[in-house]
């Protein structure tokens, strides 16, 4: 289970920094601002994918 729930965790990621880059560029953000969108989006979705683990897990 760890294992599936790890592939589909890397792929939301991806999918979701790949999002993410379309947005600094659609809606072009300065540099500046840019690691620090991508450093929020990836620890918001890091924090969903850990718990709902979890609550898997305690099903």
Same mark, same amino acid.
């Given at each position: 289970?760890?294992?599936?729930?790890?592939?589909?965790?890397?792929?939301?990621?991806?999918?979701? %920094?790949?999002?993410?880059?379309?947005?600094?560029?659609?809606?072009?953000?300065?540099?500046?601002?840019?690691? %620090?969108?991508?450093?929020?989006? %990836?620890?918001?979705?890091?924090?969903?994918?850990?718990?709902?683990?979890?609550?898997?897990? %305690?099903?």
């Amino acid at each position: 289970m760890f294992f599936i729930f790890t592939f589909f965790a890397f792929f939301v990621l991806l999918i979701f %920094n790949s999002l993410t880059m379309r947005l600094c560029l659609q809606t072009e953000m300065s540099q500046e601002k840019q690691p %620090n969108v991508f450093r929020t989006v %990836n620890i918001l979705i890091t924090i969903l994918l850990v718990s709902s683990y979890v609550e898997i897990i %305690n099903i």
